[in-house]
């Protein structure tokens, strides 16, 4: 079993600054990516940031320049540092790890979500 476990979601005004962050744990053999998704209402969900093992990043047009994605390899923690926010940036936002976990010796691929933590800006 793998947890994720997301938290820093609130309420805050446009131009504020929120910063959210993934817990993972439970049975990882390994991480290739963590990233964060989130699902305004009526919308799909959609990506918004993801980092590679090696450190890589990659943004969502509409979060470039205001969001940053970091990570701790060591803790299997993720963190999205979001500046400058929008009422448009409202939606539920949703950890997802991409990895290897182990059922005894088989390696079986590992894609697991957070339940959400929602963000509002209020304009």
């Known amino acids: 079993q793998v947890q994720l476990v997301e938290s820093g979601g609130g309420l805050v005004q446009a131009g504020g600054s929120l910063r959210l962050s993934c817990a993972a744990s439970?049975?990882?053999?390994?991480?290739?990516?963590m990233a964060w998704y989130r699902q305004a209402p009526g919308e799909q969900r959609e990506a918004v940031a993801v980092?590679?093992?090696?450190?890589?990043?990659n943004y969502a047009d509409s979060v470039k320049g205001r969001f940053t994605i970091s990570r701790n390899n060591a803790k299997n923690m993720v963190d999205l540092q979001m500046n400058n926010l929008k009422p448009d940036d409202t939606a539920v936002y949703y950890c997802?790890?991409?990895?290897?976990?182990?059922?005894?010796?088989?390696?079986?691929?590992?894609?697991?979500w957070g339940k959400g933590t929602l963000v509002t800006v209020s304009s």
């Open positions: 997802k790890l991409e990895g290897v976990t182990m059922a005894g010796t088989i390696p079986y691929v590992l894609d697991s």
């Open positions: 439970g049975n990882i053999r390994s991480i290739n990516a």
């Open positions: 980092i590679t093992s090696g450190g890589s990043t």
